[in-house]
Structures are given as structure tokens and as C-alpha cells.
């Protein structure tokens, strides 16, 4: 008898939280692949890719994200100004995930609204300075080693799990 539960085994109670994840720049297949089954697991509404351009069917995409691409909802947003107008508009809190001077630690994070558009940013550069203007909440991850980044998707992880718990 195996202790592991496979897919079908586990009693996780399936819902929906009210979080839409905002992508500023997101690139890697390998990232939007890990995004798409973090997403499922932390049942977000929706992911909105903006200022990027990927292959839904890159190989690399789909072994990430083990079909998850075919179940959460997505979309290809033109202009990220706009977007994120739109979910403000739907009484969204717009939420920056990036470490900036004015960040505060997600564990620390006051929430005005139920409903959070989490905005993550590009491998490389992060959130965008025009994104973070637009932005009057941003929060980071407390760190505790020498270096002052991780992984995009290791931080929505961990953001998103935070989230989900407020």
C-alpha cells in the first residue's frame, strides 16, 4: 500500500478564489508553463499575459504545465494600462509583486477588496516602472540570504498561497 495519493485520491475541496494574475513581460515557456499549474492549484479566476508574445503549444510550455494550460482561463491582453483600468473598474486591488521603496512584506499586506489582481513581472526586469506608477500596492517576499530576488513563479507561489489565506 503506497502513503502517496495520486490526482485522483485527494480530497482538496476545488473552488475559485477572486484573484486574477496580471503578467508584465512574462517570457519563459517554462515560467508561463509553472504559472498555468500554479495557478490550478491556487484556483485563480484568470491569468492575463501582457506585453508578451509565446507559443500555447511550445513543448517545453506543456510538459510545465501538465495540461493545466487547457484548464485555467487566460487571456492576451493588448495594453496592461488598459487591463489593469478594467479590473480596477471591477473593484479589483491591484497588487505589485515586485520589492520597490515603497513595498511592504506580503505577510504584512493590508487588502482593501476580496477580489486582488496580482501583478508579476518579467524574468529579468520585474514589474515595469510605467506598471509600478499605476500602482499604489506593492509588496515582496522577506528574504533572508544574500540575494534580493528569486524566481517569478517561486514568488507567486508563495504570494498566492498568502493570498488565498486572507
Keep these: 500500500m503506497t502513503l502517496q495519493h495520486s490526482h485522483k485520491s485527494t480530497d482538496f475541496v476545488k473552488k475559485k478564489t ?3 494574475v496580471v503578467c508584465d513581460g512574462l517570457e519563459s515557456p517554462a515560467n508561463i508553463g509553472a504559472l498555468f499549474r500554479l495557478c490550478d492549484a491556487m484556483g485563480v479566476q484568470e491569468i492575463i499575459f501582457c506585453n508578451a508574445s509565446f507559443d500555447i503549444h511550445s513543448n517545453r510550455l506543456k510538459r510545465t504545465s501538465r495540461n493545466t494550460h487547457t484548464i485555467v482561463q487566460y487571456s492576451l491582453g493588448t ?3 488598459s487591463e489593469l483600468k478594467t479590473l480596477q473598474e471591477k473593484k479589483y486591488q491591484l497588487i505589485a509583486l515586485e520589492i520597490t521603496k515603497k ?3 506580503i505577510h504584512s499586506l493590508s487588502v482593501e477588496s476580496h477580489k486582488i489582481a ?3 513581472g518579467n524574468e529579468k526586469n520585474g514589474v515595469s516602472e510605467a506598471v509600478l506608477q499605476l500602482t499604489k500596492t506593492h509588496t515582496h517576499i ?3 540570504g544574500v540575494n534580493s530576488s528569486m ?3 517561486q514568488a507567486t507561489a508563495i504570494a498566492l ?3 488565498t489565506k486572507l
Excluded: G
Design 18 to 20: 477572486p484573484i486574477v
Design 161 to 163: 498561497h498568502s493570498l
Design 118 to 120: 496580482l501583478i508579476i
Design 151 to 153: 524566481n517569478v513563479i
Design 79 to 81: 495594453d496592461i494600462f
Design 142 to 144: 522577506e528574504m533572508y
Design 103 to 105: 513595498s511592504h512584506p
